[in-house]
């Protein structure tokens, strides 16, 4: 019986979608069961109301980075797993620069400010963002100056560091602020153009960027 992935969590969400990508380059099937993080109906599958939690081959998983390294290993042969210990090494450091530098940056005083603010019928805080900028831009050529050395973040082969990294790049560029950032940095851009040619980015895409909220 061919294993199938659900998951719990927002349907438009960073973290959601990169546990999705995951289990699309390891040939599985997903669905999401949107639920709001916070909630009453999240803390049924995660104890801290994060999302998101998964369950897979009558197991179940939250945290992200678990639920990755899960299907890539025990569905993917660790193929987004490098095998030398410095790979893994950088892979995991890179994930975690995603995850807890990145990620909040750029989410939290770019893209809700810009973008979700006014679907959400609020006026943008413009100082917000502006005080923000340089602060995205240093996050960003953090990431620029790696790829500059390596083609992607944990060596030379694409990995889960790539899979984290993606959604949060392609969020950040929901706001045109961050679009201008990213065109100016080559490395990144290119890192960016190609992984979106990926069949499991595509898979995984959401309908409307702009819909962050």
Same mark, same amino acid.
């Given at each position: 019986?061919?294993?199938?992935?659900?998951?719990?969590? *927002?349907?438009?969400?960073?973290?959601?979608?990169?546990?999705?990508?995951?289990?699309?380059?390891? $040939?599985?099937?997903?669905?999401?069961?949107?639920? $709001?993080? $916070?909630?009453?109906?999240?803390?049924?599958?995660?104890?801290?109301?994060?999302?998101?939690?998964?369950?897979?081959?009558?197991?179940?998983?939250?945290?992200?980075?678990?639920?990755?390294?899960?299907?890539?290993?025990?569905?993917?042969?660790?193929?987004?797993?490098?095998?030398?210990?410095? $790979?893994?090494?950088?892979?995991?450091?890179?994930?975690?620069?995603?995850?807890?530098?990145?990620?909040?940056?750029?989410?939290?005083?770019?893209?809700?400010?810009?973008?979700?603010?006014?679907?959400?019928?609020?006026? *943008?805080?413009?100082?917000?963002?502006?005080?923000?900028? *340089?602060?995205?831009?240093?996050?960003?050529?953090?990431?620029?100056?790696?790829?500059?050395?390596?083609?992607?973040?944990?060596?030379?082969?694409?990995?889960?560091?790539?899979?984290?990294?993606?959604?949060?790049?392609?969020?950040?560029?929901?706001?045109?602020?961050?679009?201008?950032?990213?065109?100016?940095?080559?490395?990144?851009?290119?890192?960016?153009?190609?992984?979106?040619?990926?069949?499991?980015?595509?898979?995984?895409?959401? *309908?409307?960027?702009?819909?962050?909220?």
């Amino acid at each position: 019986m061919t294993s199938h992935l659900t998951l719990y969590g *927002p349907t438009v969400s960073s973290f959601t979608r990169i546990c999705a990508i995951v289990a699309a380059e390891a $040939g599985l099937t997903w669905e999401i069961i949107p639920t $709001g993080s $916070g909630s009453k109906e999240m803390a049924e599958h995660h104890p801290f109301m994060r999302s998101p939690a998964a369950y897979i081959d009558d197991l179940h998983f939250y945290e992200s980075p678990a639920i990755c390294s899960y299907l890539d290993r025990a569905h993917n042969q660790s193929a987004l797993h490098p095998t030398a210990p410095e $790979g893994q090494a950088r892979m995991w450091q890179w994930i975690n620069v995603a995850s807890h530098y990145v990620f909040p940056i750029t989410e939290e005083r770019l893209v809700m400010p810009r973008v979700v603010a006014p679907l959400m019928g609020r006026t *943008p805080d413009e100082k917000l963002i502006a005080d923000a900028l *340089p602060v995205v831009r240093y996050h960003l050529n953090v990431v620029e100056a790696r790829l500059q050395e390596v083609a992607f973040l944990a060596g030379a082969a694409y990995s889960l560091a790539d899979s984290f990294m993606y959604p949060v790049i392609e969020a950040t560029c929901a706001a045109p602020e961050g679009v201008a950032m990213v065109a100016e940095m080559p490395a990144l851009k290119a890192w960016f153009d190609a992984l979106g040619q990926r069949p499991a980015m595509q898979e995984t895409a959401w *309908p409307d960027i702009t819909q962050m909220a």
